[in-house]
C-alpha cells in the first residue's frame, strides 16, 4: 500500500505502441479486436497487481473491485471509462481515463486512505462505435437503452456479427442485455476523459468537471437526381446530384455557424455509383449535429433540410431526410457536481460536445465527468495530445474525488 | 444466305437477362467474370450460326470472320464493339454494337452481296475499364497503347489480378501485349454505338456518323485540414477539408458551365477517415474533365485548379491536383467520314464525349463511327433505351456502309 505511485505516462507509455494504424496514422483498437483485446488483459493484469478482483460482466465492460467494509460491493464509488479508439484515433481518447483511475488507486493506497465504501474502476467495450457502428454499446446495453436484439444484428466492416465477436473473445452472446445487478451496485460513476476540444486551453487550466453533454443526433440526407454520362452529357442536360449535395454540405456549415453554441459536420459522403467517369444518380450525405438545447438541434435540422430542398431544386434533384439517431443533451447529477467543485474549487465548470459511457450512466445513476486538458483541441484524430504535468494533475483530481466520495458515510449521493 | 435477316431487337432480346443488377438497377457485366463470359458465349454462338471462323486473340477479343477472295484475311473490313458495361449500366452500351454487327451479315447475306475483301466481327474486352479501372483495356493493349507490365499490375475491387481473371477465362497472361499481326489484319474500323447523349434526339435522325472523340482526362484533387471531433470542435475552430472540397465540387460545375462544350465531373469523392461523427483530416476529389480542344482542356483544369487554391484556402486547407490520366482528342479519318457520308446522306455528323475502343484503334488504322439514337439521351445508366426502329436503321445504316467497304477493290482507305 506504500509503494510510490506509478505515474498516468508511465501506464500509458506501457501500451504505447498497442493498435497503432500505419495506414490512417494514430490508432484503431476497435472492441474485441487484438489491439483492444491486449489492452483489456493489460488493464486486467494492473488491476490484479493493485489487489483488486476483477470480473467481466454479462455485456463485456470489466470490472476490477475493491469492496468496502465487510466485503460489501453496494454504493459503489465507481471511475473509468472506454479502451476502444476511433480508426485513426488519438492515443488517448478512452485509455487516459482507465489509466489515471489506476493511478489514483495508487494514490489512495500512497495517501493510505480508509474507505468507507467499495471501490470499482471499470473499462466498458466499444465505447465509440468505431467497429459495430452504435456508440456507448457496452454501457447502452447494461441500461437497457440499447435491446440485445439490435444490438446482435449489428455486423462490423467485414460482416463479423456482434454475436460472432463476443463468442470469440470468450463471451456468451445469449447474456447480453440490461443487467440490474451490475446497475444497482453503482452508487456514483466519476469519468475522467481527455477533453475534445479548446475550453481549458482558452481557460488556463488542467482540469475541468463537466456540467452536460449536448444533445446529438445523426441524419441521412439523400439527394436524387439523374445518372448519366459525364462525357456525354452537355452541363445544361445535367441533373447532378453531387453538385447539389456540395451545395448542402456548405449550407450544413454555414446554418450551424449562424446558430450559437451548435456544431454541424458531414464527414462521410456516398455518391451512387460513384465511378469518376459516371454523374451519380444519387448521393448519401451523413450529418451529425449537437447542440445543449434539444429545440434548437430541432430547428437547425429544420433549417438544413429547407436548404438542402433549395439547393436540390436548384439541380432538377431531389432531397430527403431521416433520422438515424437521436440523444437529447445529459445534464450530469448537480448535487454530485456541487461536490466535485467542493473538492476541485479551481476547476472551471464545461460541457463537451462528445458522447461518453457518462452520458449513459447520467440516466440511471448520479454521475460526473472530469476532463484533462488537450494542448492540441484535436480529437478523433492522431495529433490528440495530452502533457504529462496535465495527465498527473488529472489523476490527483480523480484521487482528491474519489477519497472524499469514499470516506463519507453520510453524504446525500449515491 | 437467304435466311429472313435477325433483327438487332431479336438478337438483344436473347441476352436480356445476363448481368442485371439488382442491387444497381441496370446491368454489371464485368470483363472476364460470369455475365461477361456469358455475352462472349453467345458472341462466338452467334458468329458461328453465321458461318464465320471464331478466335481469341492474345489479349482477349474475340473475333469472327468472313476471309476474302482465296482464304485472305489482309485488308479486313472490320465492326464491332464490347460486351462489357460500367457497374449499373445500361443494355445497349456495347453490346447494341456487337448486335448491329450480327444483324449486318445477315443483311448482306439476304442481299446476296459478293465481297472483294475479308470481314471481321470483334468484341473487345473492359472497353469500360469497369472491372480492373483502365478503360479500352483490350484495344490498348492490342495496339500497344499500354504496355502488359501496366496491365498485369491492375485489380480489381476484390484483390483479384488481371493475371488471375485471365487465366481462369483460359487466357495466357504472359502472352497479352502489342499485337502487330490482329492489328496489321485491319483495313479499316466501323464502331457502332449507342448515342449517349442528345444529338440525335435535338435532329430527329436515328442514326449519325462519328466525327471526333473528346479530348479527356482525368485528375485527382486531395484537399487536407485538420481531422477532429465533430461534437467538441466549434465551428470558428475548424480546417474542415469536406467544406472545401464541397466549394469545389461547385466551382468545378461552374467552370464548365461557362466554357463552351467542356463537360467536367465529380462522381467519386471520399472523406477520409469517412466517419459520422469524425470531422474528415482529407478529402479525395476525382474529377473528370472532357473537351474537343486539348489545350482548353488544359485552361479548364487549370482554373478549376486556382478556384480550388481559393476555397481550401478560405478554409485554412489545402489543395494539391494530379493528373491520373489524359487521351488527346481524336478525330476520326476524314477519308473514311466522306465514304460513309456518301453512303448515309442524310446522318448528320456528331462529335462524342464519350471514350471508345474506336478512339485507340484510330491512331494505328482508317477507323469511323456510327451512333444510334437513345431517346433519353441517358448513358452509363439503367435510363439508357433504344427504340427497336432505330435498332434496325442503324444495322441497316451499318450493313450499307460495310456492303460499300467490301465491294470496292479501288477505294483509298486502308
Known amino acids: 500500500m506504500s509503494d510510490t505511485p506509478t505515474t498516468v505516462t508511465q501506464l500509458l507509455s506501457d501500451i504505447r505502441d498497442v493498435g497503432r494504424d500505419s495506414q490512417r496514422g494514430g490508432y484503431s483498437r476497435f472492441a474485441y479486436a487484438t489491439a483492444e483485446l491486449e489492452l483489456r488483459e493489460w488493464f486486467v493484469a494492473e488491476a490484479t497487481r493493485r489487489s483488486m478482483d476483477v470480473e467481466t460482466d454479462r455485456n463485456g465492460a470489466i470490472w476490477a473491485w475493491r469492496p468496502g467494509p ?46 468507507d465504501r467499495p471501490l470499482a474502476l471499470v473499462a466498458f467495450p466499444e465505447e465509440e462505435g468505431g467497429r459495430f457502428g452504435l456508440a456507448c454499446l457496452g454501457s447502452q446495453l447494461m441500461t437497457g437503452a440499447v435491446h440485445p436484439d439490435r444490438a446482435l444484428g449489428l455486423r462490423d466492416a467485414e460482416g463479423i456479427s456482434l454475436a460472432e465477436a463476443l463468442t470469440r473473445a470468450g463471451l456468451d452472446p445469449t447474456r447480453i442485455g440490461r443487467d440490474n445487478e451490475a ?62 449535395a456540395a451545395m448542402i454540405v456548405v449550407a450544413v456549415r454555414d446554418s450551424a455557424r449562424v446558430t450559437k453554441d451548435a456544431r454541424a459536420t458531414v464527414g462521410r459522403i456516398q455518391p451512387v455509383p460513384g465511378g469518376t467517369n459516371v454523374i451519380a444518380s444519387r448521393v448519401e450525405i451523413w450529418l451529425d449535429v449537437r447542440h445543449p438545447d434539444d429545440s434548437v438541434t430541432a430547428g437547425l435540422v429544420s433549417t438544413i433540410l429547407e436548404r438542402a430542398q433549395v439547393a436540390a431544386a436548384a439541380e432538377g434533384c431531389e432531397v430527403t431526410l431521416v433520422e438515424e439517431s437521436y440523444s437529447g443533451s445529459v445534464s450530469f447529477d448537480g448535487t454530485l457536481r456541487d461536490r466535485l467543485a467542493t473538492v476541485l474549487p479551481e476547476a472551471p465548470i464545461l460541457d463537451t460536445g462528445a458522447g461518453h459511457d457518462a452520458g449513459v450512466l447520467a440516466e440511471v445513476v448520479p454521475t460526473a465527468m472530469l476532463f484533462t486538458r488537450n494542448p492540441t483541441g484535436v480529437s478523433h484524430s492522431p495529433y490528440e495530445q495530452i502533457d504529462d504535468a496535465d495527465a498527473e494533475s488529472g489523476a490527483k483530481a480523480l484521487a482528491d474525488v474519489l477519497q472524499d466520495l469514499l470516506s463519507t458515510a453520510d453524504d446525500q449521493v449515491g
Chains 1, 2 share one sequence.
Do not use: C, K, Y
Open 183 to 244: 446497475v444497482g451496485r453503482i452508487g456514483s460513476f466519476v469519468e475522467l476523459h481527455v477533453e475534445q476540444g479548446r475550453g481549458l486551453i482558452d481557460l488556463g487550466h488542467p482540469v475541468a468537471i463537466g456540467s452536460s453533454i449536448l444533445g446529438h443526433g445523426r441524419w441521412r440526407l439523400t439527394v436524387t437526381g439523374e445518372g448519366n454520362h459525364a462525357g456525354a452529357t452537355l452541363m445544361a442536360d445535367r441533373r447532378d446530384p453531387m453538385v447539389a
Open 70 to 115: 465487510g466485503g460489501s460491493l453496494d454504493q459503489a464509488v465507481v471511475t473509468g471509462s472506454h479502451l476502444d479508439s476511433v480508426p485513426g484515433g488519438g492515443e488517448f481518447d478512452g485509455p487516459l481515463g482507465v489509466a489515471s483511475a489506476l493511478a489514483a488507486v495508487d494514490l489512495l493506497d500512497a495517501r493510505g486512505v480508509v474507505v
